[in-house]
Every structure is written in structure tokens, then in C-alpha cells.
């Protein structure tokens, strides 16, 4: 599962020049010996996940299930285009869940950490420079690797994981101090944020899928 605070700061930086910033509710790849866009499969099974998103604080939508594939299918029985709907879904729920200004927030002060800044009115101008520039792209187009083989967790747990990654982001984002007030001493609430470990409902999944690439509001 990705994480890490060196490696995320990376990731966060090259997606916020390359890309902007994302909107969830964009496109998802998934590799499967090839590429499949995602946007035209169709689910099976019929029962809706049993996941709820957030509860509508700090930044956050209430929402409905995070996908419509059956909750009790087992994530290693999933067919190439129930797995790029899954990812698809995953990210379009951070879009209902998550605002655009939390998102573009996240961002301003993860560039403000990377830039160095000697002072904290360096350090709140870079912040809301990237801040704007994120408020004003357009989608990215977020991607998930292959659901790894064996994985016997359900899309129930990974619908769950998705949600807990929601709230949460949501909560701690808006907790955090803006591009405006931000100062070098706030950075550290930034960092720990950033190294934090995943949800409980999403290191249970690590454990039932090892080494599934799980779609991060963090990034």
C-alpha cells in the first residue's frame, strides 16, 4: 500500500506540475496487460456496496455507496472491467465526498512544505500559489495499478477502506491551518498527516490483499 512521507511529497509534487489538480470524479485506468479506460463497464451482481461516505464535516459530503458492484465479491473474482469500474467509482466518491477547495488545499500546503521556504510569508505565498493554480485546472486523470492475485477481501472492506480514507482526509484537511495563516511551525501537523498510517479498515485490507494499489485522496 502506498505510503511514506518521502515518497508522497515526491508524488504530490510531480502530480501538482504535471497535472493540476485532480477531480475524483475524472476517468481510471486499470493495468491489466494493457490499459482499460474506464467510464464504460458494466457492473455485475446488482447489490450496491453497504460502504456510506462522510458525514458532511470538515469539508466533507455526505454520500451514498462508493460503487453499485456487488458488496459481497470477492475482489480476486473481479473481471478486468469490474476492476476498472472499481477504481473509476473509488475516485469519483473522493469527488462527492471531498470539496475541490479541501483538495486544493491539501496540495498548497504539501507544494509549501517541499518549496523550502526561508520564511513564512515565502512559505504562504508558494502555498497559495499552487492553491489557486490547483483551483483553477482541469481534471487530472487518475489511474490504479492491478488488484493483486490472490485477494480474497470484498468489495464490501474495500468500499469501507475508501469512505474511512474520505472522512478522514476530510476532517484533517480542514483542521490544518490555511495557505493564508500557515507558518513554518504548522508544517509538522503537514508532515505528520503525511506519514500517518492508513485507515484501520484499510490496513485490514493490505492484510486479506497484500500489496493492492489503493486510490488515495492523499495524493
Not at 9 to 17: D, G, M, N, P, S
Not at 118 to 124: A, F, G, H, M, S
Request: proline residues 4%; contains cysteine; charged residues 10%.
Amino acid at each position: 500500500m502506498r505510503n511514506g512521507m518521502i515518497e508522497l511529497a515526491l508524488v504530490l509534487v510531480t502530480t501538482i506540475a504535471t497535472a493540476g489538480c485532480a477531480d475524483y470524479s475524472s476517468g481510471a485506468t486499470v493495468g491489466t496487460g494493457g490499459s482499460l479506460n474506464a467510464g464504460g463497464a458494466t457492473p455485475t451482481g446488482g447489490s450496491a456496496s453497504t460502504a456510506i461516505g462522510g458525514t458532511g464535516a470538515g469539508g466533507a459530503t455526505a454520500v451514498g455507496s462508493v460503487t453499485n458492484i456487488s458488496a459481497i465479491q470477492v475482489l480476486g473474482t473481479l473481471s478486468a472491467a469490474q476492476a476498472t469500474q472499481l477504481c473509476s467509482d473509488a475516485y469519483a466518491y473522493y469527488g462527492s465526498a471531498i470539496s475541490h477547495a479541501t483538495t486544493c488545499k491539501w496540495k498548497g500546503l504539501v507544494f509549501g512544505v517541499s518549496s523550502s521556504a526561508p520564511t513564512d510569508e515565502v512559505l504562504q505565498a508558494n502555498c497559495a500559489t499552487q492553491e489557486s493554480t490547483c483551483m483553477q485546472a482541469g481534471p487530472a486523470n487518475p489511474s490504479c495499478g492491478d488488484l493483486p492475485s490472490p485477494c480474497t477481501a470484498t468489495v464490501a472492506e474495500y468500499s469501507t477502506c475508501i469512505a474511512d480514507q474520505a472522512t478522514v482526509f476530510a476532517q484533517t484537511v480542514s483542521g490544518l491551518a490555511s495557505c493564508a495563516t500557515v507558518t513554518r511551525a504548522d508544517l509538522e501537523a503537514v508532515w505528520a498527516y503525511s506519514s500517518a498510517a492508513m485507515p484501520a479498515s484499510c490496513q485490514a485490507l493490505d492484510i486479506t490483499c497484500a500489496g493492492v494499489d489503493l486510490p488515495t485522496p492523499r495524493y
